[in-house]
């Protein structure tokens, strides 16, 4: 039978996690719930489950630029979502290989700090990220701990969000999608810069639940997906906040594991979406 068709694709670029719950786990979860066709390609390999990371064992940087080559040369996607890049060395090695391609919409969520509020990787790969994935991004996605590190400045208040999300973007990003999850709100309050002198606030019920393992690596791979079908960057990113915001409270009562769980990527799951080949 003659080939019609082709599935909107996208690609995680990010690390392991076996619970399930976060990185290139959920990457592909999401992608797939949303009739998107996903591909992949490792970073790094923590051993780790809901009740956090035990230790984490790298990935060769060759590897990673091959994974990236063979991904791009077949299957080319039409987005990507970039996660935790722990060393300078490796946010060279992306960007570098992927530069070597036609550029497509990329959604980087920038994981800085642990649950614990420690810094995961160090300043040099701060500075590197800045300098080099910031440029080729259409969006980033920092939490409210990630966004003081790269404002310099501490968060507490919406009025710091505002002022944070300016200074983030003054670093050299296309636009910024700061996430208030953490603040003392009796709703969600996240505020999109779109880059064109905009800033969008979105507001969604807060409820109590430990299962948001991982929601930050959905929200961004959810943007990405929706970005693969062919949305606006800003519809994009209304539908991936839609989308995780339902998947956290279709999977607040359910328990898996003994720490944080995780979402519940499949709450309505699509068919993968079929484009006519041109």
Avoid: W
Wanted: net charge neutral.
């Amino acid at each position: 039978m003659k080939q019609k068709y082709t599935y909107s694709s996208a690609l995680t670029i990010a690390g392991f996690d076996g619970s399930g719950g976060a990185g290139i786990q959920a990457d592909i979860k999401t992608f797939s719930a949303l009739g998107c066709y996903a591909t992949s390609v490792l970073t790094a390999l923590p051993v780790q489950n809901t009740q956090g990371v035990r230790s984490i064992y790298p990935i060769p940087y060759q590897a990673v630029a091959g994974q990236i080559e063979a991904i791009m040369d077949d299957i080319p996607p039409r987005a990507i979502k970039i996660g935790m890049v722990h060393t300078a060395e490796l946010v060279h090695t992306i960007v570098a290989t992927l530069q070597q391609y036609p550029a497509v919409p990329l959604v980087f969520d920038p994981v800085m700090v642990a649950t614990s509020g420690h810094k995961l990787i160090e300043d040099a790969t701060i500075q590197a990220i800045i300098e080099k994935l910031f440029p080729l991004a259409s969006v980033i996605t920092p939490n409210m701990d990630e966004a003081a590190i790269l404002a310099n400045m501490p968060i507490k208040t919406l009025d710091d969000m505002y002022l944070a999300g300016e200074k983030i973007l003054a670093l050299g990003c296309k636009s910024v999608l700061l996430k208030g999850g953490h603040l003392d709100l009796p709703v969600i309050t996240s505020l999109f810069f779109d880059g064109q002198g905009n800033i969008l606030p979105f507001e969604f019920e807060k409820f109590a639940t430990n299962n948001t393992h991982g929601s930050g690596c959905t929200l961004s791979s959810a943007i990405a997906a929706y970005l693969a079908q062919g949305n606006g960057l800003n519809e994009a990113v209304k539908l991936g906040q839609t989308y995780v915001h339902k998947a956290i409270r279709h999977g607040a009562n359910v328990a898996i594991g003994k720490g944080n769980g995780p979402l519940n990527h499949f709450f309505n799951p699509q068919k993968l979406i079929k484009n006519e080949m041109v």
